[in-house]
Nanobody
Framework: QVQLVESGGGLVQPGGSLRLSCVAS????????MGWYRQAPGKQRELVAR???????GYADSVKGRFTISGDNAKTTLYLQMNSLKPEDTAVYYC????????WGQGTQVTVSS
């Protein structure tokens, strides 16, 4: 089994920043891709940013230029630096790992409000 634990969410004012972390552990035989998704109330879960094993990144149009995805060299921790946050970024953010299977973390709440 693979466990993913997210942290770093919270309440922040518009224009502020947060850094999310996702720690992966367990029987990780390979990692093809890791990513951050989010789900706002009443909406479908959507991709925010992705990082492939080869280092390629991809972002949703709504976060390009504001969010940055990165990982540590051991590939056990995934980060999402979020700058210039907007109220529409409010959601539960989930970490995803794709390897021999697909695993999800429990999510961390991000609320952007004045």
């Amino acid at each position: 089994q693979v466990q993913l634990v997210e942290s770093g969410g919270g309440l922040v004012q518009p224009g502020g920043s947060l850094r999310l972390s996702c720690v992966a552990s367990g029987r990780i035989f390979k990692i093809d891709e890791m990513g951050w998704y989010r789900q706002a109330p009443g909406k479908q879960r959507e991709l925010v940013a992705r990082l492939t094993a080869g280092g390629t990144t991809g972002y949703a149009d709504s976060v390009k230029g504001r969010f940055t995805i990165s990982g540590d060299n051991a590939k056990t921790t995934l980060y999402l630096q979020m700058n210039s946050l907007k109220p529409e970024d409010t959601a539960v953010y989930y970490c995803n790992l794709i390897g021999v299977g697909s695993w999800w973390g429990q999510g961390t709440q991000v609320t952007v409000s004045s």
